[in-house]
């Protein structure tokens, strides 16, 4: 924390690079970290284990305006360079959702689309300083979730204070 005269203590940003990683190396280092860990877990749920009425695709939609956000690539940069492919990405037919931690520690990134805007769902129930906030969610309009540097400060922010998954979940 920094301190100030006069000011409120102010926490220290979270600072962090990505590890440049290529594809290869991202899925050796997942491979190892899996096999360290014993891990059975599942990045994906395979089909057969879905139920009937379960979704595994967006909506025509919800995928165009996640497309023209870059937010799935960009995701998919994170998971690869901070979360050694860790993650895992679920679809649903109004967003999507990258997942990552197991138990107590499962964390997400959940996006949704609703009437042309891309919604991001926050961890904090109360209105920030962002002018696209409503107390829950971050609405990001088209002109908003088409700018890239919007979309990484956001995608950002959603990755170092995610929504930590309830336990009814």
């Given amino acids: 924390m ?7 203590p ?8 990505g590890h440049g990683l290529s594809d290869e190396e991202g899925q050796m280092i997942q491979q190892m970290i899996r ?4 891990s059975s877990r599942e990045l994906f749920i395979p089909p057969e284990d879905l139920a009937e009425e379960a979704t595994t695709h967006m909506a025509p939609e919800v995928e165009r305006v996640i497309e023209a956000s870059r ?3 960009i995701l ?8 050694y492919g860790q ?25 949704t689309v609703e009437n042309g805007n891309l919604v991001f769902e926050t961890n904090h129930v109360r209105k920030c300083d962002k002018p696209y906030c409503n107390g829950t969610h971050h ?7 088409t700018n890239l540097d919007v979309i990484n400060q956001e995608l950002g922010e959603r990755f170092h204070r995610p929504v930590h998954e309830r336990t009814e979940d």
């Fill in 87 to 111: 993650g895992r990405f679920d679809e649903y037919k109004d967003g999507l959702i990258l997942k990552w931690g197991d138990g107590y520690s499962r964390k997400h990134i959940w996006m």
């Fill in 76 to 83: 998919q940069m994170f998971n690869r360079d901070y979360l």
């Fill in 2 to 8: 920094s301190y100030q005269p006069g000011k409120q």
């Fill in 35 to 38: 096999e360290e860990q014993h």
């Fill in 71 to 73: 937010a799935r690539r």
């Fill in 10 to 17: 102010q926490k220290n940003p979270i600072l962090g690079q």
């Fill in 139 to 145: 609405v990001l309009t088209p002109d908003l979730y």
